[in-house]
């Protein structure tokens, strides 16, 4: 029988964030993708840049773009932990992020985030997570 507690969502965690294990000793902290406030953000900017994203061309792709990047560097992906380019630790800033995920050179950055924010595992209750480990563990 299917349990419905196992789609439980722990709403701080989906909204604020939680800190998940990233390559190479380092985490990320990634709030749960399409949240009330990435949804919101990108609602707002839908709004404000209606006339430029309705004609579907380049100039549109570029925006929606612009809007998504922004929205994951704002509202999922949080901060992070152990980053660096070369010897040289890269600190998080929203700045930072929009740059880091708006690179075309660093597209499976952005894409790990998006799956990572898409996993639903990430972002249950404690107890409910103990609880699908065990079920899963039988």
Wanted: proline share 2%; no cysteine; net charge negative.
């Amino acid at each position: 029988m299917f349990d419905i507690n196992n789609l439980r969502v722990d709403p701080e965690k989906a909204n604020e964030g939680t800190w998940v294990n990233y390559r190479g000793g380092s985490r990320l902290k990634i709030a749960k993708l399409n949240n009330k406030d990435y949804q919101d953000f990108r609602a707002r900017k839908a709004l404000e840049f209606s006339a430029v994203l309705q004609k579907a061309d380049e100039e549109a792709d570029e925006k929606a773009e612009e809007i998504t990047v922004e929205g994951l560097a704002r509202h999922v992906l949080k901060d992070w932990e152990g980053f660096g380019s070369g010897d040289e630790e890269i600190k998080y800033s929203v700045e930072k992020a929009i740059e880091l995920l708006s690179d075309p050179q660093l597209a499976d950055f952005r894409e790990d985030v998006v799956n990572l924010a898409a996993n639903q595992s990430h972002f249950r209750p404690e107890a409910a997570a103990k609880a699908v480990k065990k079920a899963a563990a039988s």
